[in-house]
């Protein structure tokens, strides 16, 4: 009887340890899924004020400069939108 009581105990002990690793992998998912948002969402907002900026500017050299700027956001997001490769 005892060896079925200590085997129990065994078990329960390492169901738990699983559990905590299963609790700690999802937190960290979720820590790097709002990190992605928080940041796809400053890309959105400073892309909505390059294009206000190209609609009032009208010097050809800053346009020019306004549109790479909006080039290099437009990859960003295209980047963050892709779906992250588990390691």
């Given at each position: 009887m005892a060896r079925g009581w200590e085997?129990?105990?065994?078990?329960?002990?390492?169901?738990?340890?699983?559990?905590?690793?299963?609790?700690?992998d999802k937190a960290a998912v979720k820590a790097s899924?709002?990190?992605?948002?928080?940041?796809?969402?400053?890309?959105?907002?400073?892309?909505?004020?390059?294009t206000r900026e190209m609609e009032q500017s009208?010097?050809?050299?800053?346009?020019v400069l306004l549109e790479r700027a909006l080039a290099h956001i437009d990859a960003e997001i295209a980047g963050l939108d892709q779906p992250e490769i588990p390691k």
């Open positions: 085997s129990k105990s065994v078990e329960e002990q390492i169901n738990a340890v699983e559990d905590r690793q299963h609790d700690k899924d709002v990190e992605r948002r928080k940041r796809k969402q400053g890309l959105l907002l400073e892309r909505g004020r390059i009208h010097k050809k050299q800053y346009l």
